[in-house]
């Protein structure tokens, strides 16, 4: 079966600075794609950012990246420059590439940012 | 566009009632998804559908029913209303590709069963 981990419950940062939000999952496939999700307070998923594990390069979308090991089955998010924005609830995600209905979720980070 | 849409954004249900989870999308996707949240914990499946007329189970279907008419909506039932279904339903849609797929959520729906 799938799992997806995260074991930071909550973390902190200050406005401004880098932060690094961890995430491992199990899988005995070798194609699926990870994502990012962000939560704010308003309770609606934004997607922050997807990675194919048939790419070698790792995703980024602006201030956001990933930091892919697939071998180590590793998927962390950076946060660059961190706004007051960016506070929020983090989800992992994890679906199988050929399996619509697999689609897992991590129980979450908690992130604040501090002015 | 108005994305994905759902009503209401909040219900109390008595144990033992039924209501229906009204979910709209109007990007023209063929893929659409029932999730819930519960407090503390990330989205689990329920229900899927990858066009109008054709639904399958996910990881947590039981207490559930789903249809799939038209392309645009995408309703969830829930007949005998228990305390554990107390929860955070999202409604997610995407238009797949072969292997390209990318989920748009809306907003949620609260739902309390006491």
């Known amino acids: 079966a799938q799992t997806v981990t995260q074991s930071q419950p909550e973390m902190s940062v200050q406005e401004a600075e880098t932060v690094t939000l961890s995430c491992t999952y199990d899988?005995?496939?070798?194609?699926?794609?990870l994502f990012w999700y962000k939560q704010p307070p308003s309770r609606q998923m934004i997607l922050v950012i997807r990675q194919e594990a048939y790419k070698q390069q790792n995703a980024t979308e602006n201030r956001f990246s990933v930091n892919f090991q697939k071998a180590a089955k590793s998927f962390s998010l950076k946060i660059s420059d961190s706004q007051l924005g960016d506070a929020a609830m983090y989800f992992c995600?994890?679906?199988?590439?050929?399996?619509?209905?697999?689609?897992?979720f991590g129980s979450g980070t908690k992130l604040n940012v501090k002015p | 566009n108005a994305g994905v849409t759902q009503t209401p954004k909040f219900r109390i249900l008595k144990i033992g009632q039924s209501m229906t989870l009204q979910c709209a999308q109007d990007m023209n996707h063929n893929y659409m998804y029932w999730y819930r949240q519960d407090p503390g914990m990330g989205l689990k499946l329920i229900y899927y559908s990858v066009g109008a007329g054709i639904t399958d189970k996910g990881e947590v279907p039981n207490g559930y029913n789903v249809s799939r008419s038209t392309t645009e909506d995408f309703p969830l039932r829930l007949e005998l209303a228990a305390p554990s279904q107390t929860s955070v339903y999202f409604c997610a849609s995407s238009y797949a590709r072969g292997v390209e797929e990318t989920q748009y959520f809306g907003p949620g729906t609260r739902l309390l069963v006491l």
């Open positions: 899988t005995s496939e070798s194609d699926y794609y």
């Open positions: 995600a994890y679906r199988a590439i050929y399996n619509f209905n697999k689609f897992y």
